[in-house]
């Protein structure tokens, strides 16, 4: 309690205790029902006599701001009933009101994109993880590049499930793909000495496009097709000396999602992979692949990562020349997190770094610190030793085919309205068709009112053009866990009745 006592001021020190009291019951710090200390432990505090703490509590009660209840004082219940306003003045009798009927609000579904199915993932592998985990949490802090084991387990499942074959020194464990994104950005910006310039798929996934806006850098939104980002679009500037081109300067990185273009789904055949990483051996531009959901391909198997074409093993890394970004020994670093497969909050992820960036990267890791806990580190290792994680995404795979079907089977009806093919991950996109499109945000507005959340299409699009494509992306992963409690046909039952009702054409 905020009261002290100056044996400097005149006034008696019962006075000075009645004034500070009264001014915290009447601002509101001591509100009514709120215990104050008791007469000897006041008086201990303020090393003044329990007889001035007595005086001043005698007084407050006398004015009616204390009260005395069961051995305690506290702040007068009655205060609170004087602070409202005065009751109104009795009504006469009332007619009898017909009976209203009860109504029950619908709750709000949320099938914007992005959000994992949390409700599978307590299986009793997943605790076993975290109980085993929490039970070692007093054995310390993980190391800057992040825990052996879990660097370990996760070279393995790049291995298994993407076709990596890498070193686990070449992984540093994050918090997820726009952590490992800022490292990259911040050493390639140290070996550049100025300014990047990167390249992102547009549309694309607007959080890690926005972590080079933040840093300062230069983004130059590159238009993709049925393919994803076709390198031909690529500023080639002819490479004139050490850090210098001719014609227009080519980035220095390029963002892409070449197993899932987000959001449109596209994936990047074998053929302009190659001819993408022949551009950044000749251009010195490192390629980010963002692993974006790459696990979660329900028709056929999950595509091999960029890094799988770049690196062969056993090479030796060099160190880049000057004037240059990166040495020999590879051009690719891959993002990848837990979140989509997951739980959102987990907040573990992956960098696999080419060689010749590692010493840079561990030096500027080790001065930030791992943002990973040791216990989230520690259950990631667990569980995907125990191939927890592997059941886990296979049971996942079945239940998104299932309602990505469920949903191209409510909407196929639709007039105007095509479900954009695509092979795997957690959310369709519905686009217009129509000789006159649907208004996006029209139909986005009136989803909502009627109680299902979606995602307008053109907002993925660096300036919000839409590349004259126009429609909605819908999730379907966080709608409920079991059939029973599935809430998904009833918010597409609902989404098909917006779509097919008539509104206003073409806009956002």
């Known amino acids: 309690m905020p009261v002290r006592v100056d044996r400097a001021d005149p006034a008696p020190l019962p006075a000075q205790l009645v004034q500070q009291l009264r001014e915290l019951v009447v601002s509101g710090t001591l509100r009514p ?41 506290v702040v007068h219940p009655d205060l609170a009933r004087s602070r409202t306003e005065p009751p109104a003045a ?8 017909a009976p209203r009927r009860r109504t029950r609000e619908r709750p709000m579904i949320d099938l914007t994109p992005g959000r994992p199915d949390t409700g599978r993932l307590a299986t009793p592998q997943w605790r076993a993880a975290w109980r085993d985990a929490a039970a070692a949490a007093g054995t310390g802090a993980p190391p800057p590049q992040g825990s052996e084991p879990l660097r370990e387990q996760i070279a393995e ?33 140290g070996h550049a000495g100025r300014g990047l310039r990167v390249a992102v798929e547009d549309p694309g996934y607007p959080s890690l496009r926005r972590v080079p806006e933040r840093l300062g ?48 789904g596209a994936s990047m055949p074998a053929a302009r992979r190659l001819e993408l990483l022949g551009w950044a051996r000749a251009h010195d531009a490192l390629i980010v692949e963002d692993d974006y959901d790459s696990e979660l ?31 020999a020994g590879g051009h690719v670093a891959t993002l990848g997190s837990f979140t989509k497969v997951l739980a959102p909050g987990l907040g573990v992820g992956y960098l696999l770094a080419p060689p010749a960036l590692r010493e840079d990267l561990l030096r500027l890791r080790t ?11 520690d259950a990631m290792a667990r569980f995907l030793a125990d191939g927890g994680l592997r059941r886990h995404t296979a049971r996942m795979r079945r239940e998104y085919r299932r309602r ?31 000789e006159v499109p649907l208004a996006e945000q029209d139909v986005v507005d009136r989803a909502a009112a009627a109680g299902v959340r979606v995602a307008a299409l053109g907002s993925y699009w660096a300036h919000g053009a839409g590349g004259g494509r126009h429609g909605v992306v819908v999730g379907f992963g966080a709608t409920g866990a079991a059939p029973e409690g599935d809430a998904l046909p009833d918010a597409l039952a609902v989404l098909a009745r917006v779509l097919s009702a008539p509104g206003p054409a073409r806009g956002r």
């Open 90 to 97: 009795r009504p006469g009798p009332r007619p009898a009101a």
């Open 367 to 377: 001065d930030l610190g791992n943002p990973a806990s040791a216990v989230a580190q």
């Open 157 to 189: 499942h790049l291995r298994l499930m993407r076709g990596v074959v890498r070193d686990p020194e070449d992984l540093f464990v994050t918090a997820g793909a726009r952590d490992g994104l800022q490292l990259l950005l911040a050493v390639l910006g």
């Open 33 to 73: 029902g709120d215990a104050l200390p008791s007469t000897r432990g006041l008086a201990a505090r303020l090393g003044i006599s329990r007889g001035s703490v007595v005086t001043a509590y005698d007084q407050l009660h006398g004015e009616g701001y204390l009260h005395a209840t069961n051995g305690a004082t």
């Open 217 to 264: 850098h230069e983004v130059l939104p590159v238009p993709i097709d049925d393919q994803g980002l076709d390198p031909a679009r690529l500023p080639s500037g002819a490479w004139a000396g050490p850090g210098e081109w001719e014609i227009e300067r080519p980035p220095d990185a390029v963002i892409v999602t070449p197993s899932h273009q987000y959001p449109l």
């Open 404 to 434: 990505r079907d469920l949903l191209t089977a409510a909407l196929a009806g639709v007039h105007g309205v095509r479900a954009v093919p695509m092979d795997g991950g957690l959310h369709a996109v519905l686009e217009f068709t129509g």
């Open 297 to 327: 391909r329900y028709v056929g198997e999950p595509l091999p990562a960029l890094s799988s074409l770049d690196h062969a093993p056993g090479a030796v890394p060099e160190p880049p020349a000057p004037g240059r970004l990166l040495g």
